[in-house]
Every structure is written in structure tokens, then in C-alpha cells.
């Protein structure tokens, strides 16, 4: 049971953090588009 439970914390984790990738990444195509191409 609560290793079941450290494996969903971990997945939530590892979830938020592609999540936060991808907004920086957007950030950066979005600030790229605004600024010159």
C-alpha cells in the first residue's frame, strides 16, 4: 500500500514536470514567433 502510494507521487511528479517542460518550451516558441520569424 504505500508502495503503491510513493509510485502515484512519483507519477504525479514526473507528470508535472513534462508539464512545466512543455510551458517553457511554449514560452520560448511563443517569445521566438513574437520577436522576429
Known sequence: MHHK???K???Y???N???CCLLILGLENIKN????T
Open 13 to 15: 511528479f514526473f507528470i
Open 5 to 7: 502510494y510513493l509510485t
Open 9 to 11: 507521487s512519483f507519477l
Open 17 to 19: 514536470l513534462i508539464a
Open 33 to 36: 514567433f513574437c520577436t522576429g
